[in-house]
């Protein structure tokens, strides 16, 4: 026999969500970056010499999101002013403690790094070749080091790649401690699961290789050069392959939660058929992920035209992006809508124009965007030997 | 200013009204007490808790605890054979002002219907996962075993809020900082009893010392079946809970 609670009971302090909005953009965006720097590294490390073109596109990609990652975090405390303590008297024991530290080993050893390293030979050649503030900016960026003899360039080439070697577990390790923060909490039963970092990382990945691929194909695209389908067939191929593992891994916590059924379950059960049905089932797991997966399976398997193949790439690029921002939210906004008594139920109220609301949201999404097109002005990623 | 002895008398006997009222202000010295010496804990008899709302009335204007949050409720169970996982169970304001009696026909109506009240508050658990997931440490455990939270460095970050297994906490909606039983703090270290205790018209709730080896807790104790909240958490809590339903989350 099947009982629900006798009542709609949460705790009296269980009325307002915690977090908001902002806390689902935060790990979307850092997810963005994570999996865009895998695929840079899938050039650089593993040598799939198809996806050189996206290469710095992605190396840029994942510095736009990364400047802005920190802001959602920074807007939704109580007390920003006094976020500098985080890095100042961190402690230990506490998982977001170490936020800062993981984001600033990634950003400034990693990324920075990287494509400091990838672009000096250019940045020194523009610093020459221009003039006025530009000279001064480039200037600037090549750190006082000019020597692009070609001796130099191959220690940049060396270094580089071991950071690109760094850089991997990096970006693991910055999108696995994202999932960790939520996955740790034991006395949340929809996020206190070992599997979620791991899930974290593989979605992480989907979501930055098919952003990037979008924008790969978008930019190329205004920019009235060719779409090499080389590039995104191979592109399309990882994202397949990865999606796959991805929702094999979501799909495993899913049925482990059915099969085991402990004191949580029939709760959960419930929001899950109720006011997550539509975030869950029909954006996550149908829209967002089984719908890409057969997308992209069908161009792995069927003799498609290549404006065919581009076009479904689109689709499931946009698609992906979708689920993998609504994984996100279920998540968030998922893991608050129970009581922590197993007993009843809350709702999410989107506000508007609050700090932490969905025009501040909207911003932070666009802002990686703008920031994308000065770095993109600034280093121009794209190849050399475009056809037009 | 001419000063004579009747006026001079009348203002030092003002002078001392008014700084009994400078003293009243200032925090009280408590100099013999000494937090190695204690290990605070709340002990709950279920049976004793008629569900009056004195403790959460106390607390409330003890602590100034702004509306609509608590640092200490009443929960209301009703349970019967069939709803042993599913009791029904209200709160409204926390208790603060009493339970109304059910409507008819909103309670439950299965065999062997039983009704009880449960006083919750924070646990001040040994191994709090408040205090560990605090990024900056503004949540800590003070050496006589009380889980507090230093307003002037909490950022607010609502982390601890969502590790609490026991919806003690709640972000104060002006300070913006977290917020959540102090267990009297300001009153345990200077001799007395927490408010919701002193409140308490049944003796429901005790402060207990359990380092104070003379502290009734210890008897009582030992001859009664005493338990602690969502034990499966492994928080290391000190409300002790005598007399408590199986099905009580």
Known sequence: MHLFPAANFTYPNETQLQWSLLIVLYPYITGLVAGAFILASLERVFRVEAVKPTYRLALLTALAFLLVAPLPLQLHLGHPERSLEMYLTPHTSSAMAMFGFVYLWYLMVVLVLEIWLDYRRDIVLLSRSSKGLLRIIYKAMTLGSDNISERSLHIDERVGYIITLIGIPSAFLLH??????????????????PLMPVVFIFSAMVSGIAAVMLLYMALTKMRHRVISIDCVDAIAKYLFYIFIIDFSLEMLDLIHRVYEADESFRSLDFMVHTSLWVPHVIIQILLGTLVPITILGATQVLPLAEVVRKRMY???????????????????????????????????????????GLATAIVLTIMPLGILYVLAKLLPPWPQNETT | MNMNRRFFITLTGAAAIAWEHVLAGAPEASPNYKMADHWWAMLIDVDKCIGCGNCVRACSVENNVPEGFFRTWIERYQVDDMHIEDPLVDSPQGGMHGFPQRAPGTGLTGNSVKEFFVPKLCNHCADSPCTQVCPVGATFTTPDGVVLVDEKYCLGCRYCVQACPYGCRFIHPEKN??????LCYHRITKGLTTACCEACPTGSRQLADLKNPKDPIHEFMKLHSVQVLKPQMATGAKAFYANLDGSVR
């Not at chain 1, 698609?319 to 993998?324: D, H, K, N, Y």
């Not at chain 1, 939210?329 to 609050?354: A, C, H, M, R």
């Not at chain 2, 900082?177 to 102090?182: D, F, N, P, R």
């Open chain 1, 314 to 356: 689109a689709i499931a690029g946009c698609l992906t992006l979708v689920g993998i921002f609504a994984m996100r939210w279920n998540v968030v906004i998922g893991g608050q809508l129970f009581s922590k008594s197993l007993l009843g139920y809350t709702t999410f109220t989107l506000e508007l124009g609050s700090r932490d």
């Open chain 1, 176 to 193: 696995g401690y994202v999932g960790f923060i939520f996955g740790s909490i034991k006395a949340n039963p929809w996020w206190s699961s």
């Open chain 2, 177 to 182: 900082v977290a917020q959540k039983c102090t």
